[in-house]
């Protein structure tokens, strides 16, 4: 067995590659060129070249030496590596080399991704998948709630999707979520999680021409909107999903604290935990996607602040000025 390897002065690089992460691989074929640390010399040499055919000897040989890490892989092959991490999700709670900013762009791209087949097909296979997804980052985060610091710093903006907005909402109203996890039981904070990754399902649904006019919808047209989180909690609830926590999010993240939301009207304590968290993180990521200054948001929102539950509110405000004003 190798001694322990001092990897700082390759960090920069090169990062070292575990089994786990090999294994998930193709079994004969891997898509990144190998690096072999040679300690007599203290530095890599090439070792496996990508794509190539792997014997089973040869393939054992690859995972001994992972082991006793020694194998690394280029910085410059961190787009495929990426791509494959996010198809694979639980990977980023294994592999330690992987550098906050790494797994921040890894996330940025799988959660979406997932988001959007799951409203394009909302079945339970890709529901599952999502859920899986979502689960992977609740654990990521409660290892370290700080690191929802480097997700919110890498929100989307300039982007009027759809999709980038439920991540960003997903991402503020976790924020929020474990901010005030004093007031929310262990067994919701799934629940608000997927709620919050999902709460759109129902505009999603709607014709995109219909989405997308800005005036004179047709009576039909305005009443499919208004009544578009009722629809998605429907969608929610034939795939037998029943958690009200979860399900309060597609109904309510358009509902107001002082009354004036739809499609219900609810007002202040009428108005579910996650309701009013999504309902505020839904505002906030839309305007995080007009690319507004923090300045520009923290004004903004301060001339709604009567449409949101106060303690969730100057949460919000809190969040934004700690990581984006400091």
Excluded at 292 to 319: D, G, M, V
Aim: some cysteine; overall charge positive.
């Amino acid at each position: 067995m190798s001694k322990k390897l001092d990897t700082n002065s390759l960090n920069e690089e090169f990062y070292q590659i575990s089994p786990k992460i090999l294994e998930s691989f193709s079994k004969f074929r891997i898509p990144l060129d190998l690096y072999l640390f040679k300690e007599k010399i203290a530095s890599l040499e090439p070792f496996y070249k990508r794509d190539s055919r792997l014997q089973e000897e040869q393939r054992k040989d690859i995972l001994e030496r992972a082991s006793q890490g020694l194998l690394f892989v280029s910085r410059n092959d961190h787009s495929i590596y990426t791509k494959h991490i996010s198809k694979q999700l639980d990977l980023i709670l294994i592999d330690k080399h992987l550098t906050p900013l790494e797994i921040v762009s890894i996330l940025k791209m799988a959660i979406p991704e997932k988001i959007a087949e799951f409203y394009e097909q909302p079945v339970k296979p890709v529901w599952e998948e999502l859920q899986e997804s979502v689960i992977v980052l609740l654990k990521y985060l409660q290892e370290d709630p700080h690191r929802i610091k480097g997700l919110i710093k890498n929100l989307f903006k300039q982007n009027n999707d759809l999709i980038k907005t439920t991540y960003n909402a997903g991402i503020l109203g976790l924020a929020i979520t474990l901010e005030s996890k004093q007031d929310i039981k262990e067994k919701d904070l799934k629940h608000i999680a997927l709620g919050l990754f999902t709460y759109d399902l129902g505009l999603y649904r709607i014709p995109k021409f219909i989405r997308e006019k800005t005036a004179n919808l047709t009576p039909e047209e305005q009443q499919k909107i208004i009544n578009h989180p009722i629809s998605g909690a429907k969608l929610m609830r034939k795939l037998d999903i029943r958690e009200e926590t979860l399900l309060n999010c597609h109904l309510e993240h358009h509902e107001c604290f002082d009354g004036s939301g739809y499609p219900r009207k609810l007002k202040g304590q009428d108005i579910s935990l996650s309701g009013k968290i999504c309902s505020l993180a839904h505002f906030a990521a839309e305007l995080i996607t007009k690319n507004l200054t923090p300045h520009e948001l923290l004004a903004t929102l301060s001339k709604k602040s009567q449409k949101f539950a106060p303690k969730f509110y100057n949460t919000l405000l809190n969040i934004i000025t700690n990581i984006w004003l400091k």
